[in-house]
Nanobody, 115 residues
Framework: QVQLVESGGGLVQPGGSLRLSCAAS????????MGWYRQAPGKQRELVAT???????NYADSVKGRFIISRDTAKNTIYLQMNSLKTEDTAAYYC?????????WGQGTQVTVSS
């Protein structure tokens, strides 16, 4: 089992920044990729960004140039630095980890962008 705990969400004004963290624990060996997804009310969960074991990254077009995914392997933690936030970035953000054929999810952290 893999446990994922997110933190760092909150309320921010448009144009502001937030950094999300996701700490992984448990049987974290053989995790191949970790990432962030988000789900706004009434919408499907969507990919935000992923980072692989090699450090390769992938971003949704809607966040390219504004969000940066990174990791600290010593702390088993990934981060999502979110800059130039827009109202449409408002959503619950979920950490995700893939280990072989199993996908694990965190409990989510709310990000609200509003003036």
């Amino acid at each position: 089992q893999v446990q994922l705990v997110e933190s760092g969400g909150g309320l921010v004004q448009p144009g502001g920044s937030l950094r999300l963290s996701c700490a992984a624990s448990g049987s974290i060996f053989s995790i191949s990729i970790m990432g962030w997804y988000r789900q706004a009310p009434g919408k499907q969960r969507e990919l935000v960004a992923t980072i692989g074991n090699s450090g390769s990254t992938n971003y949704a077009d809607s966040v390219k140039g504004r969000f940066i995914i990174s990791r600290d392997t010593a702390k088993n933690t990934i981060y999502l630095q979110m800059n130039s936030l827009k109202t449409e970035d408002t959503a619950a953000y979920y950490c995700n980890a893939r280990k072989m054929i199993t996908t694990y999810w965190g409990q989510g952290t709310q990000v609200t962008v509003s003036s």
